[in-house]
Nanobody, 123 residues
């Protein structure tokens, strides 16, 4: 079964940093764009950041620009999200996702999803 496995979540104070990792299990994602999404309690899942297969194209939600950085591993199969200057409102379950083709903001366009990792920012 194809899976994406996230790690790196946890509890951090406001202003702190966390680095999320996502690695596939069961297949490779050659030429797939990969993204990070998040879902806070009572809210819809929202786009955070995405990167193209090569890593040459990235896109960010306005709420995280300048604070978060998405990157791919050397083998292009893994994806990371460096989160700096964390705010209370960043608290959510963070999901890794993959899709064929170009970078995309839309949840429904992603074909593969991880089970999520909890990020909690204390104020």
């Amino acid at each position: 079964q194809v899976q994406l496995v996230e790690s790196g979540g946890g509890l951090v104070q406001a202003g702190g940093s966390l680095r999320l990792s996502c690695a596939p299990s069961g297949r490779t994602f050659s030429h797939y764009a990969m993204g990070w999404f998040r879902q806070a309690p009572g809210k819809e899942r929202e786009f955070v950041a995405a990167t193209s297969w090569t890593g040459g194209s990235t896109n960010y939600a306005d709420s995280v620009k300048g604070r978060f950085t998405i990157s791919r591993g050397n083998a292009k199969n893994s994806v990371y999200l460096q989160m700096n200057s964390l705010k209370f409102e960043d608290t959510a379950v963070y999901y890794c996702a993959a899709k064929e083709g170009v970078v995309d903001h839309t949840v429904a366009n992603y074909d593969y999803w991880g089970q999520g990792t909890q990020v909690t920012v204390s104020s």
